[in-house]
Antibody
C-alpha cells in the first residue's frame, strides 16, 4: 500500500524554524518527483515546492523562496521541508504529495494526511 | 504565473442534481489540468487528470472536459458523499497553481 506520513509540525514563534518530514512507503520513492502543498485554516490549497526524483530540479512558490528549502533522501525514502524565518502567514496544514505521470500527463496522487504548522507568539 | 479561476465559489444543490464547476486558466495549459475533491479534515483526493481522464476507483458520475483555458467538472447525479470542496490544478508549468475551490453544500 502506498503511504505518505508527514511529521514535524508544531507551534513555533515568528522568525523561528521547523523541519517537516514525509516518510514514503509502498512505492519506488526514488523514481518520483515530490511536492509540498499547504492549506491555511479555512483557505484553499497553495502549492509550495517541488523536487525532481534525483533532486536535479527544484521549484518554490514566491511566497517561500529564500526561506524554505526542499530536499529528499532517496536512501531513506524521505522528503523534507526546512522552513526558516517563519511568519504568521505560514500557518497551515502542510501536505506532501507524489507527482505521478501517465502517458505524459501528470497529477498529484497520493497525498499524505498533512501536518499542522502554527506560527504564533 | 498561470492563474486559475473557479466558478462558482459556492454551490448549493440537492441529491440527484447535475452539478457543473468551471475552471478558467489565465493562459493556455493544453490538457494539463487535474481535479481534486477535499472533505473537511482530510487530504485532497484525485478525481480527474489530463482534464478528462477519470482516476481509477472514482465513480463514473464524475466527468471532466476542456482544454486550453476552459475546463469543467461535472457530477451527473449528486450523491450525499459528494458534498465537499473541489479544486482544479494546472500542471503545465511552475508554480503549479490551484483554483480557489468550489464548496458544494446540501440545499
Amino acid at each position: 500500500e502506498v503511504q505518505l506520513v508527514e511529521s514535524g509540525g508544531g507551534l513555533v514563534k515568528p522568525g523561528g524554524s521547523l523541519r517537516l518530514s514525509c516518510a514514503a512507503s509502498g512505492f519506488t520513492f526514488s523514481s518520483y518527483s515530490m511536492n509540498w502543498v499547504r492549506q491555511a485554516p479555512g483557505k484553499g490549497l497553495e502549492w509550495v515546492s517541488s523536487i525532481s526524483s534525483s533532486s536535479s530540479y527544484i521549484y518554490y512558490a514566491d511566497s517561500v523562496k529564500g526561506r524554505f528549502t526542499i530536499s529528499r533522501d532517496n536512501a531513506k525514502n524521505s522528503l523534507y521541508l526546512q522552513m526558516n524565518s517563519l511568519r504568521a502567514e505560514d500557518t497551515a496544514v502542510y501536505y506532501c504529495a507524489v507527482k505521478r505521470s501517465v502517458a505524459g500527463m501528470v497529477m498529484y496522487d497520493p497525498w499524505g494526511q498533512g501536518t499542522l504548522v502554527t506560527v504564533s507568539s | 504565473d498561470i492563474q486559475l479561476t473557479q466558478s462558482p465559489s459556492f454551490l448549493s444543490a440537492s441529491v440527484g442534481d447535475r452539478v457543473t464547476i468551471t475552471c478558467r486558466a489565465s493562459q493556455g495549459i493544453s490538457s494539463y489540468l487535474a481535479w481534486y475533491q477535499q472533505k473537511p479534515g482530510k487530504a485532497p483526493k484525485l478525481l480527474i487528470y489530463a482534464a478528462s481522464t477519470l482516476q481509477s476507483g472514482v465513480p463514473s458520475r464524475f466527468s471532466g472536459s476542456g482544454s486550453g483555458t476552459e475546463f469543467t467538472l461535472t457530477i451527473s447525479s449528486l450523491q450525499p458523499e459528494d458534498f465537499a470542496t473541489y479544486y482544479c490544478q494546472q500542471l503545465n508549468s511552475y508554480p503549479q497553481t490551484f483554483g480557489q475551490g468550489t464548496k458544494v453544500e446540501i440545499k
